[in-house]
């Protein structure tokens, strides 16, 4: 079917390439008006008029309507609840159409269903589509024919299945984006003030160039990606496309395309990672009750005795635990997170600290740049051994251990921990053995300069192991 004119809605698709939605629309329509729209019923609840993650959709919005006025076209603006600003546009512009790209949260598809309903209504056409993920919802099935709840069978059913339709790109013909002129009267001013938040710096840049730009910079890096992972002290260990894949600025299919196109072990291991990414959006699109409780309904009878001063002093960094310290006021100053450092964290919040892993995944909710609803509740039910396939619940990280074994030489710690820096890498992952004389020599007195270890990892963890025992 030929539509007249198109509207393709973009959400957590800021880009213009490889974007199937917008590519169908413009293959299907003589005429596609590019809409987004800043979501009140999101704006609203984030109390943090300087939070991270507008800046980042803002600035990458700018360049991609920059791209589009180069093209002569332009990016049109919406600021509302979308169930309404939606339909009422693409009313009175006469389309005859809506492209999207599916969103396997909880609010995405209620929203989605409502605009569908009142443009069914409107005479208007509505029509999703599979962007987000390579395998979605139900596709993969285990031999019962249900959902997989085990990652490496999914795994192995994901690699088995997968054909070259499913990575192909996508490229839009942008000749057919409806001209500046047309829109004219639908452009508006959206500068922070309208949508009233701040602009903020940001640890990385924003939008589709630099998400292009950012991968090439790890291409060098991929073949050691399984060896150098796990260390937050190695710049290039990992690919910091995290924050770009949440909000769409560059294509999952361009970065299973790169895996694909080599065959060592870091490649591999790479995938493997892109994997769990889909499994965590399918275990919450097929098992929605995972958002609010455990996904193993059997640990929701836990009692956590957690304190809220410890997890106080854990949000702030404060714990006298070096690791954990450095791990959380990266994490304040930056919105990110290594991923071994995301696993240490929350191990030590619900094992160390027997705090609810909802309050942790609640915080990273409030903070991540790049969060994304399946993979920080998938992440945070994994290490509180409540989700699916998770970590055994007698597997507890040694907080010391880890910094010993992933931070060797000490220079993550010091980096966010300077009060630390005389000490030396043997003695920074544990500095509460000196004494009183070894303090003043360091420059460091616990208590006053460092926090005091606010609990004993040894007896915590036997409280943590009877906490599953029922």
């Not at 304190?307 to 954990?324: S, Y």
């Not at 270890?453 to 192991?465: N, S």
Request: hydrophobic share 35%; proline share 4%; charged share 25%.
């Amino acid at each position: 079917m030929r539509y007249c004119k198109s509207v393709c809605w973009i959400r957590r698709d800021l880009r213009l390439n490889d974007n199937i939605a917008l590519s169908s629309a413009i293959a299907q329509s003589k005429e596609v008006v590019l809409v987004f729209v800043f979501d009140s019923n999101i704006l609203g609840k984030l109390k943090n008029k300087n939070d991270r993650r507008i800046t980042f959709i803002y600035e990458s919005l700018l360049e991609l309507d920059q791209d589009l006025r180069e093209k002569g076209s332009a990016l049109v603006v919406l600021q509302g609840d979308p169930k309404i600003e939606i339909p009422q546009f693409s009313k009175r512009i006469k389309a005859n159409a809506i492209f999207v790209n599916r969103d396997y949260e909880p609010y995405a598809k209620k929203r989605d269903k409502a605009v569908q309903n009142t443009c069914k209504k409107l005479g208007i056409v509505f029509n999703d589509y599979k962007d987000h993920v390579i395998f979605e919802g139900n596709e993969l099935l285990n031999q019962s024919g249900k959902p997989y709840k085990v990652f490496t069978p999914y795994k192995n059913k994901w690699l088995v299945e997968l054909n070259k339709t499913h990575y192909q790109n996508h490229k839009p013909n942008l000749k057919g984006l409806s001209s500046i002129k047309k829109l004219r009267g639908e452009l508006s001013d959206w500068s922070f003030n309208t949508i009233g938040f701040n602009s903020v710096k940001l640890w990385l840049k924003p939008g589709q160039s630099a998400a292009e730009n950012q991968l090439k910079q790890f291409l060098p890096h991929l073949n050691t990606y399984d060896k150098y992972r796990d260390y937050p002290f190695i710049t290039n260990g990992t690919s910091h496309l995290s924050v770009h894949l949440r909000f769409g600025t560059l294509s999952i299919r361009s970065l299973v395309r790169v895996a694909l196109n080599s065959t060592n072990s870091g490649a591999k291991t790479w995938l493997s990672e892109l994997i769990w990414r889909d499994f965590y959006q399918m275990i919450l699109d097929q098992f929605p009750h995972v958002v609010k409780g455990c996904f193993n309904q059997k640990y929701e009878q836990i009692q956590w005795p957690g304190v809220e001063r410890h997890f106080t002093l854990w949000c702030q960094g404060m714990t006298g635990f070096p690791i954990i310290d450095s791990a959380m006021r990266c994490f304040n100053q930056t919105g990110w997170m290594h991923n071994r450092l995301r696993m240490i964290v929350a191990s030590f919040l619900t094992k160390d600290l027997l705090v609810d892993w909802r309050k942790g995944e609640k915080w990273f909710a409030k903070n991540l740049l790049d969060f994304d609803l399946a993979s920080n509740n998938g992440g945070w039910q994994w290490c509180a051994s409540t989700g699916c396939d998770a970590q055994p619940y007698f597997r507890i990280f040694n907080p010391i251990t880890q910094s010993k074994k992933f931070d060797p030489t000490g220079n993550f710690i010091r980096q966010y921990l300077p009060e630390l820096n005389n000490f030396s890498n043997k003695h920074i992952h544990w500095p509460h053995l000196a004494d009183r004389e070894a303090q003043i020599k360091l420059g460091c007195i616990f208590g006053k300069n460092y926090p005091k270890p606010i609990v004993d990892h040894t007896e915590q963890r036997i409280k943590a192991l009877q906490l599953f025992k029922f």
